[in-house]
T-cell receptor
Framework: AQSVTQLGSHVSVSEGALVLLRCNYS??????LFWYVQYPNQGLQLLLK??????LVKGINGFEAEFKKSETSFHLTKPSAHMSDAAEYFC?????????????FGGGTRVLVKP | DTAVSQTPKYLVTQMGNDKSIKCEQN?????MYWYKQDSKKFLKIMFS???????INETVPNRFSPKSPDKAHLNLHINSLELGDSAVYFC????????????FGPGTRLTVL
């Protein structure tokens, strides 16, 4: 069975500071990995994904994440936080080849951006 | 235009009642999903449909019955509601069965009293 652990349910950063959200996964097969963002009163939106190839993937709004197989991690970063980055972020893993693309999610990390 | 929409946003009801949640996507996607988010914020897949055909049914009680009248709609009907059904239910869609859901709906918060 797959699982995802997000370290820290809440993260507070100052505007302009680095955003780092941690995600570790467990999977018996090479995984597909995803980050989703949920802005207040909205649904989740795909931020970026890793499937194969380059381990550093870039997403929307200046976010990027690096797949590190040896550490079973897929941490999300953004060099400089904006007020508009305040949201909840979810890491997810998918079983490769599973019918219907079944996602297993972490518990989310809420990001607060201080002016 | 909202890509994936759900109604209602909030649903408060008594134990034993039957209720439905509706979902619509205007993206022309083939595949739709229902996910349940528990009190610890973990989302777990319940069902997926591809072109109105049931693909995934994850150990969900028979009281939950999805219905897809066309590929743009996936509704969730719940019979004999129980306290443990209280959760946020999210609908999502993806272009095909093998592609990643890009958008989820805003969620329906169901509270069973």
């Amino acid at each position: 069975a797959q699982s995802v652990t997000q370290l820290g349910s809440h993260v507070s950063v100052s505007e302009g500071a680095l955003v780092l959200l941690r995600c570790n996964y467990s999977s018996s097969v090479p995984p597909y990995l995803f980050w989703y963002v949920q802005y207040p009163n909205q649904g989740l939106q795909l931020l970026l994904k890793y499937t194969t190839g380059a381990t550093l993937v870039k997403g929307i709004n200046g976010f990027e994440a690096e797949f590190k197989k040896s550490e079973t991690s897929f941490h999300l970063t953004k060099p400089s936080a904006h007020m508009s980055d305040a949201a909840e972020y979810f890491c997810a893993v998918s079983d490769r080849g599973a019918a219907g693309n079944k996602l297993t999610f972490g518990g989310g990390t809420r990001v607060l951006v201080k002016p | 235009d909202t890509a994936v929409s759900q109604t209602p946003k909030y649903l408060v009801t008594q134990m034993g009642n039957d209720k439905s949640i509706k979902c619509e996507q205007n993206l022309g996607h083939d595949t739709m999903y229902w996910y349940k988010q528990d009190s610890k914020k973990f989302l777990k897949i319940m069902f997926s449909y591809n072109n109105k055909e049931l693909i995934i049914n994850e150990t969900v009680p028979n009281r939950f019955s999805p219905k897809s009248p066309d590929k743009a709609h996936l509704n969730l009907h719940i019979n004999s509601l129980e306290l443990g059904d209280s959760a946020v239910y999210f609908c999502a869609s993806s272009q095909t069965l093998d592609s990643t859901p890009q958008y989820f709906g805003p969620g329906t918060r169901l509270t069973v009293l």
